[in-house]
């Protein structure tokens, strides 16, 4: 994980075996390094990821006011779609559209706030293992690892089934914030393990040597000249703690373990199934839900993958040099000809 | 010597953090997971008296809520799990919990293990071609693979379901095997193993097309960083033939942390897919951790966890083994 943030200096000597020394590898990565970039290049990939995310954030957030109610069970049954309801309905008589604007809305609620809680849990674990070091990194990782070792899914359902049955909670007990916290609890662990790693590299950065000698207190240290380091890394671990959760909370809501409260995307497939959907080919009932949950992983997926080349050079350097290489092979193999034509 | 010590440290505790929350779970809240279960179990025994074996074993693994402390319950929990009791279920009674896992392990292990296998070498091969290949037409694959990633893998179940069950007819919709052909469950016959990888076809292509993804992308982007390494332009400068660069150098070296991964996914086998069990009614583990959290069977629930969580700890154990052997880098850093 060192080499990953380490930034990148023209130090590679992998000059391209070709006649282009001008432009390979070690060159575009000192160019890349005199730049400093803090923010991605808006490339086709995060470009489709940002409208992709957009889009759905919107739809969540405006559509449940345009749609109408989506607990309002007045209409026909199992109708296809049509122009009164644009995604048919569902066996009980709910506008499916209505549904899943409310629930594109929730399962982005559940989301986000497991994607939070996730992501502090890490850096607590992560940053200050890799900081402090010594005993306090052995009793953390320690924690971190069992977490990461015991499996997620099944922790998840047995904890989820003892709090919902759990007396006292009331509303609580089965709402989609329990669910959130649920999920964010159980899925810190991958992340702490990438923070920690980093967090121990900079460690002995002399930046982080003269803020010591200072005599700056750790936590200064570690919010003032750490973090500010780590801010790709931590969007990109909150990014996959909201794919993870969102795509958990789905998984569990299908197994009817999901909040009863609230509507998720996860809810709605879960009616789907208990309705017979897919026996009595009611596709429109549980293809859309799917699809957005689909489509809201890989536009976060996408806006990752920028982040990921901002994090680590070589990823986009790499097949950039390789293209630019084959490019002159290309030219040369032309111009050889010629000479053999001539 | 000391890399392996450490190790040995981690799994014993670890294997000692997973049966501890197994212990404290239901003690921790605030019901009586031991008395609504005796109650399951009194129902589902149809009012007779139940066996003082029975009621003892089921307050040795959720919690007594009389006066013995804490840490003399520890202690029977421990002998119960040393033992090998894992009580008796309350949805399937009066099968103990112990048997009804063992008749779901294999029918999870064949069905996930040959999927991940599967799913783990076209990820593998086609990964390292796609490295190969990088800058070329080849990396506008990598979104696709995210797409393919982000699907919930229980919703392509049943999307394959409703196209090939539901509107072709082709294969069949729930089960591991034809219940009515079969109704006295399985024998060892050709047929029956016919129809059983019939009914294993949806399920797989499930798992390998929503796993696929991950060993592609994974095995794409080391095979990249390895390219770039100088041992490939030495090798490029001795004029090796590109073929023997790419299998003998690059992608020996690029398939070592998806390895690891494997290894780790064999562990996970046995967690299995549980949401795509439930989809297809295979008799799985995961189909029994479902009805073991519907029906708030508390005994076969604690029993499929541990279970589950032994066998990744086990997986763990080989991979480090291998890892050691393989990566000699990692004993020395470890």
Known sequence: MAELIEAPTGARTDAGTYDAPADTHAVAVARMGRSGRVLPRITGKLLSGLIIIGAITLFGLLGPLVVGDPHDASHEPLLPPSPAHLLGTTKLGHDVLAQIATGTQGSLFVGVVAGLVALLLALVFGVLAGYFGGAVDEVLMLITNIMLVIPGLPLVMIIATYVQHTEGLGALARSSLLVALVLGITGWAGSAVVLRGTARSLRTRDYVAASVVAGERPLRIIFVEILPNLVPLLAAQLIFGVIFAVLGEAGLSYLGLGPTGSITLGTVLNDAQTGQAVGSGAWWWFVPPGAIIALIGTGLSLINFAIDEIVNPKLRLAPAAARRQRRAQRAEAATRGEEVAA | ?334
């Open chain 2, 1 to 334: 010597m000391r890399f392996w010590t450490r190790r040995v440290v981690f799994y014993v505790i670890t294997l000692w953090a997973a049966v501890s929350l197994n212990f404290l779970l239901p003690r921790m809240m605030p019901g009586d997971p031991a008395a609504i279960m005796i109650g399951k179990l009194r129902r589902a025994s149809g009012g007779r008296p139940l066996s003082e074996a029975t009621i003892t074993s089921i307050h040795a693994l959720l919690g007594t809520g009389k006066d013995t402390s804490l840490w003399d319950q520890y202690l029977v929990y421990w002998g119960r799990m040393l033992q090998g009791d894992l009580g008796v279920s309350s949805t399937r009674y009066p099968a103990s919990v112990g048997d009804l896992i063992a008749d779901a392990l294999p029918w999870t292990v064949t069905l996930v293990g040959t999927a991940t296998v599967i799913s783990f070498v076209i990820g593998i091969v086609a990964g390292a071609w796609a490295g190969w290949r990088r800058g070329t037409w080849v990396d506008q694959l990598v979104p696709v693979t995210t797409f393919l990633q982000s699907i919930p893998y229980f919703w392509l179940a049943l999307v394959l379901v409703a196209v090939f069950s539901v509107q072709l007819g082709l294969l069949p919709i729930f089960g591991g095997y034809g219940v009515f052909e079969y109704p006295a469950g399985p024998e060892w016959s050709l047929g029956f193993l016919g129809s059983v990888v019939v009914h294993a076809l949806l399920p797989a292509t499930t798992i390998v097309i929503s796993s696929v993804g991950g060993w592609l992308l994974g095995m794409r982007n080391m095979m990249v960083q390895e390219m770039a390494e100088d041992y490939v332009l030495t090798a490029e400068a001795k004029g090796l033939r590109p073929s023997r660069i790419r299998r003998a150098y690059a992608a020996r070296n690029a398939a070592i942390p998806s390895l690891a991964g494997f290894g780790i996914a064999l562990g996970f086998v046995v967690a299995g897919s549980i949401v795509t069990e439930q989809v297809f009614s295979y008799p799985g583990i995961g189909k029994l951790m479902i009805q073991a959290v519907q029906g708030l069977d508390y005994a076969l629930m604690q029993g499929v966890f541990l279970v589950i969580t032994l066998t990744v700890l086990a997986a763990n154990v080989l991979v480090d083994l291998l890892y050691g052997f393989i990566d000699p880098r990692v004993r020395r850093n470890g």
